[in-house]
Nanobody, 127 residues
Framework: QVQLVESGGRLVQAGGSLRLSCEAS????????MGWFRQVPGKERVFVAA????????YYADSVKGRFTISRDNAKNTVYLQMNSLKPEDTAVYYC????????????????????WGQGTQVTVSS
């Protein structure tokens, strides 16, 4: 069992930056590909970014490419999402998720399929 706890969400002005963190419990963090997702009330959850177990491979949604950076520190059991040049349309609840590393783990995350999900953290970007 893996528990994921997100933090770092808050109110920020457009053009500002935030760094979200997701800390995982357990000793097998390195066994999981990790992803960030976001959801606006009344809309479906969407993929934001994913990173493989080593950090050597990353994917981003087109809407955040060039502005957001996903990274991980396996020694700290933590995955990060650095968000720069924030826009009001980035306002959402952000969730992290873990997918057990297999050949299709990154593909699973791209399709919103994961083994574990966090509870979410609210990011609000004011104009």
């Amino acid at each position: 069992q893996v528990q994921l706890v997100e933090s770092g969400g808050r109110l920020v002005q457009a053009g500002g930056s935030l760094r979200l963190s997701c800390e995982a419990s357990g000793r097998t963090f390195y066994s999981y590909a990790m992803g960030w997702f976001r959801q606006v009330p009344g809309k479906e959850r969407v993929f934001v970014a994913a990173i493989n177990w080593s950090g050597g491979s990353t994917y981003y949604a087109d809407s955040v490419k060039g502005r957001f950076t996903i990274s991980r520190d396996n020694a700290k059991n933590t995955v990060y999402l650095q968000m720069n040049s924030l826009k009001p349309e980035d306002t959402a609840v952000y969730y992290c998720a873990a997918a057990l590393t297999t050949a299709q783990a990154m593909g699973d995350l791209l399709n919103l399929s994961a083994d574990y999900w966090g509870q979410g953290t609210q990011v609000t970007v004011s104009s």
